[in-house]
């Protein structure tokens, strides 16, 4: 899966991204998926659900990716 998710806002938290993506169903999921090193962001493992992501990052998980557009 290669895809965009497309914000409105100046960044979307990883956490929400990833439920907006579809690669995780529940913030649970999500929460769990980060903090146990199975996202990149950038090509950087990312461990802070919390993170910022802007216009142009990529993230990587569950062998999809997508691109934060804004």
């Known amino acids: 899966m290669n895809s ?3 914000i409105h ?3 979307i938290k990883l956490g929400q991204a990833l439920k907006l993506a579809g690669i995780a169903q529940t913030g649970i999921e999500a929460k769990i998926m980060v903090t146990s090193g199975e ?5 950087e493992t990312e461990t802070r659900r ?13 062998g999809g990716a997508f691109t934060v557009r804004g």
């Open 4 to 6: 965009e998710i497309t």
């Open 9 to 11: 806002d100046e960044f």
């Open 39 to 43: 996202v990149k962001v950038n090509g």
């Open 50 to 62: 919390g993170r910022k992501l802007r216009d142009g990052d990529r993230v990587e998980a569950k």
